[in-house]
Nanobody
């Protein structure tokens, strides 16, 4: 069992930066690939980024490439999402999720564990 708790969301202006954190608990948390998803009101939950268990591989959604960076510190069982040059369209509830493999990483149904989410609001 893996428990995930997100933090770091908030209200910022366009162009600002935020860093989200996802603290994982459970003995094997570091063995999971970790992803970030987001869901805006009235929209489906969508893929943002994922990082392999060792941190050596990352995948990003086209909409965030060059602006967001995912990283992890397995010693702290924490995954981060550094978000720069934020835009109003980045406004959403951001979720952390865990899965065993690095296949089909954009599909929400492939993830085994989810956090409760942290709200990011970007004003224009």
């Amino acid at each position: 069992q893996v428990q995930l708790v997100e933090s770091g969301g908030g209200l910022v202006r366009a162009g600002d930066s935020l860093r989200l954190s996802c603290a994982a608990s459970g003995r094997t948390a570091s063995n999971y690939s970790m992803g970030w998803f987001r869901q805006a009101p009235g929209k489906e939950r969508g893929f943002v980024a994922v990082i392999s268990w060792g941190g050596g591989r990352t995948v990003y959604a086209d909409s965030v490439k060059g602006r967001f960076t995912i990283s992890r510190d397995n010693a702290k069982n924490t995954v981060y999402l550094q978000m720069n040059s934020l835009k109003p369209e980045d406004t959403a509830l951001y979720y952390c999720a865990a899965k065993r493999t690095l296949t089909r990483v954009t599909m929400t149904s492939e993830y085994d564990y989810w956090g409760q989410g942290t709200q990011v609001t970007v004003s224009s």
